[in-house]
Nanobody, 127 residues
Framework: QVQLVESGGGLVQAGGSLRLSCAASGRPFSRYTMGWFRQAPGKEREFVASIDGTGTSTYYADSVKGRFTISRDNAQSTAYLQMHSLKPEDTAVYYC???????WGAGYSDLNFYDSWGQGTQVTVSS
């Protein structure tokens, strides 16, 4: 049973920074690509970033490229999303997720490739 627990969300002013964490358990963490998605009120869940099991390959949505950095610590079974230069349009519930199959790469932005999800953490950016 995979369990993903996010933390680190909160309220921040535009231009500020936050770091989200995702603690994972239930599968060999280093074998699975991790991803972050977000969902704003009234909108569909959208891809933010992903990182392969080794941590050497990453993939970002255009909207966050250059501002967000995804990383992982396999020894701690934890994935991170460092967010800088936050904008009001980044306001959403952020979800951590794990790819459905082991030993795949990072370039998967379709949520149907992912089969385990955390409960989400709210990020609110005020203008």
């Amino acid at each position: 049973q995979v369990q993903l627990v996010e933390s680190g969300g909160g309220l921040v002013q535009a231009g500020g920074s936050l770091r989200l964490s995702c603690a994972a358990s239930g599968r060999p963490f280093s074998r699975y690509t991790m991803g972050w998605f977000r969902q704003a009120p009234g909108k569909e869940r959208e891809f933010v970033a992903s990182i392969d099991g080794t941590g050497t390959s990453t993939y970002y949505a255009d909207s966050v490229k250059g501002r967000f950095t995804i990383s992982r610590d396999n020894a701690q079974s934890t994935a991170y999303l460092q967010m800088h230069s936050l904008k009001p349009e980044d306001t959403a519930v952020y979800y951590c997720t794990q790819l459905r199959y082991p030993n795949w790469g990072a370039g998967y932005s379709d949520l149907n490739f992912y089969d385990s999800w955390g409960q989400g953490t709210q990020v609110t950016v005020s203008s």
